[in-house]
Structures are given as C-alpha cells and as structure tokens.
Nanobody, 122 residues
Framework: QLQLVESGGGLVQPGSSLRLSCTAS??????VGWFRQAPGKEREGVAW????????DYADSVKGRFTISRDNAKNTVYLQMDSLKPEDTAIYYC?????????????????WGQGTDIFVSS
C-alpha cells in the first residue's frame, strides 16, 4: 500500500504563493496528481505529472499559476502555487497510480493522501 503524505498547506492572502509536497516510499514508480475539493463542490483534478516522461497537464483554472514537478530521487512531488486566489481555497489531495492520468476522470487513482488545507483570504 502506497502511503502518501501531503504537507505545505496553510492560510495565505490573495496573491501569495505556497508549495505543497507529496511524499511516499516508491512514489517515483507512479504517475502522480493533485486534486482539490472546495466546500460544497465536487473534487476536481488540478495537475498531474507522469512518472517516466515528466509530462504534465493542468486544469484550465490553474494554468500559468501552478506548477507540478517531481524529484524522483526524493520520492516527492511538488505543487508550486503562485498568485493564489480565494477560489483556490480547498482541501488538496495527492494521488498516485500506474494507470494513465488522462483516464483518472472516469477511473480515479488508487492511492490517496489525507489532504492538506489551503485557505486563501484577505
């Protein structure tokens, strides 16, 4: 069982930056994504990164503001979040699987972290 641990959440003002980390032993073997769920809303995919090619993709709402990256030597995936907006407020989850990320909309990843809270408010 892959045990994902997220860190880096917090309370910030609009326009601020945060970096989330997701760590797990063996994470370098998996495709990894970040998801979020805002109060009263459905969970949505934010970004993902492929295990081999390092290919990435982003939700339209975060393109140009968020950057996903990975350090396979450290078994860690990061989500750099810049220019944060109040609508980015949510619980952010790291997830991983060896399935194709493009299929995660219909077949969610198998492994999930516990989530970390982001609250963007002035």
């Amino acid at each position: 069982q892959l045990q994902l641990v997220e860190s880096g959440g917090g309370l910030v003002q609009p326009g601020s930056s945060l970096r989330l980390s997701c760590t797990a032993s063996g994470l370098n073997l998996y495709n990894v994504g970040w998801f979020r769920q805002a109060p009263g809303k459905e969970r949505e995919g934010v970004a993902w990164i492929a295990r081999m090619s390092g290919r990435t993709d982003y939700a339209d709402s975060v393109k140009g503001r968020f950057t996903i990256s990975r350090d396979n030597a450290k078994n860690t995936v990061y989500l750099q979040m810049d220019s944060l907006k109040p609508e980015d407020t949510a619980i952010y989850y790291c997830a991983a699987d060896d399935t194709i990320p493009m299929e995660w909309g219909s077949q969610p990843p198998l492994h999930w972290g516990q989530g970390t809270d982001i609250f963007v408010s002035s």
